[in-house]
Every structure is written in C-alpha cells, then in structure tokens.
C-alpha cells in the first residue's frame, strides 16, 4: 500500500512530536506542516516538507489524506471545519476544544461531511492499560469497588513561563494533564456520573490550580478519587512510573490502585492481590501478590498506526469526536464543581 499523505497543523511540542512520528514511519509520509506563526517556518524546513502560513492553501496544494490537529485547543473545531471541506481525515489533540460547544460543533462536522475524527487520547494505545481494562472488565478483581489515582510532580519553573498555560481557558493540570486520567479511567472503569472537586493554588498564586482532589462515582457505583498536584518532588504520575515519554525521570512505583470484590491491582508494575484461597476469605486469611506481565508499546507510535487505518477506512476511532467530548466534559465538570463548590453531574454528550 502506498504510505498515507499526512500533514501536521501547529508546530509546536506536540506538532514537532507528530511530524517526527510520522517520518520515522514507513506506512505514511509528511507532505506539509501550517502554522499562522511564519518564525516556525525553519521547523517544516528541519524535516524538509513545505511550510504553510495559510491551512486552506496548503490543503488545496498537497491533497493530505489526513490532518494531525495541534493548534491551541480554541482553534480545532474551524480547523477540523476547514479539513472536513476537503474531506480530510482529522486526529485532533487532547482536549478536542475548550468548550463543549466548540467540541460539539466538530461533532456536527464529522456527522454532516463523513470525515472520520480520531481524539488524541494516546494513553488508551499502550498495552499497560489496554491489559487493566481487560482485568476490570473481565472480572479478574470482581466488582470493581473504587480505585485510587496520584498524580504528582513538580513542573519545572519555566513551564509557567507561557502565558496561556497560567490562565484560563485552557491551563492549568486539569485540562492539560488530567484530562488523560480522566479519560483512561472511562476507558478502564466505564462512564463517570458525577464528580466534586476542590482545589487550591496556593503554592503559584496563579488564576489555575496547582493542587486538587477530585471524587468520583462511575456509573458503576465504584468510587474513584484523583489527588493531583504539580508543586511537589514525587515518584507519583503516570508520566514518571509508566516509563511512557522519555522526557520524565522514572521511577519504578505504581500510580493507580484498582481495588475489587475479589481482588486488586496496582498500576503500572500490574501487581494482581488476591487471596492464596479463594474459598477462605476476610482479613485473617492470606492474600498474594501475582503479576500480569505485559508486552511494553510505544502509545504514540500505535496511536499513528491506527490513524493511518482510520484514513485507509480500515478501522473506526477508538476515540471518536463523541468519545472525546465525554472527557472533555468530565473535566469541565470538575472546573465548574471547584468554582461552585458543589458536586456536579456530568452531562451526557
């Protein structure tokens, strides 16, 4: 099969990281970056594809058969308008927008034109939480109970040295960063009802978060917690203990706890605790420690794979643009339960 014509809309972190993916990849090839900003022109030259200032000239001149969409999350849906017009596949960055209007507006897009939309949750490609959804949805911990998460490190000082992340709508960890484990526990333990949260940003002093707890009830009736800073020296996060982007010190910890009626599960070194009887149960009787062995994956890597299998019409999103909405929303819903104070119910997108 010929590779897949791709082109990369915003060159930034996440742009650079894409475009890199996709010319290390023998099953697609980088046909053109856009950013409206022209001193990112020598970005497009590094991987020697044309650079373009003006989206609807670049797709009318290189005919991509997919678009990778990041853009400040408040320009996707015009972007994935545009595309849509020419009938451009589109993989959009997590958040799909910094609304729900905005995000249902790329809904409508996918819906009225066809155009299939892949949401970069990256995380529900790599095989350490493929296999945890698997054990929590197959029964192998039993009724799923609650599960714990940490989320703890310390950002660099000069993370907040750019403006938007210091500000509203689109900084802060929750939308940033916690937007991923929201995500992946829908993905592991199904659908979020409601949430409470409160949060302080008394260590920066910015108008965002620096520290939160957020509650959780799943549809399920599991309970779920989330204690998430990022002004703290800690081995606790999915970035550091998954071992997923280099960019991270790791640390050999475990960062989620899913706990069942039968059994339970720490997350990413997959310890598996049960009892060495199960027909002998309860506090006094031993439990032992097992392990789930995993074969380790490049996230990112699988993700751009099955982006070029959506495009090829091979495969439907595993995070389509409604899926993606329902994240968004559980994290707006946690924003607005720590403006009111009130425990908030996630509306059905």
Known sequence: MKPVRLAVIGTGVMGRKHAEGIIAHSRCSLVGMCDSDSSHRQVAEAFKVPFYQDLETMLARERPQGAIISTPNGYHATVAEQCAQRSVHILIEKPIADSLSEAHRIVKTADDTGIQVLVGQHRRHNPLIQETRSLVRDGALGKLVAVSVLWTLLKPTDYYETDWRCSRPGGGPTLINLI????????????????????????????????????????????????????????????????????????????????????????????????????????????????????????????????????????????????GTRSLAVALAVLESIQRQVPIIVPVS
């Open 180 to 323: 991923h484990d929201l995500d992946s526990l829908r993905f592991i333990c199904g659908e979020i009802r409601q949430v409470y949260a409160q949060s302080s940003s008394a260590v920066r002093n910015l108008e965002v978060e620096d520290s939160l707890n957020i509650s959780i009830l799943f549809e399920s009736g599991a309970m779920g917690s989330i204690l998430a800073s990022d002004t703290t020296p800690s081995p606790w996060s999915y970035e550091a203990t998954t071992h997923e982007n280099p960019y991270y010190f790791h640390t050999d910890e475990n960062c989620y706890h899913f706990l069942g009626t039968s059994g339970s599960l720490a997350f990413p070194k997959m310890e598996l605790w049960r009892y060495a009887d199960d027909t002998r149960s309860g506090w006094q009787h031993p439990i032992v420690k097992s392990h789930s062995k995993v074969t380790p994956g490049d996230p990112l890597k699988s993700q751009l794979e099955h982006f070029c299998r959506v495009v090829s019409d091979r495969e439907t999103p595993l995070v389509d643009a409604r899926d």
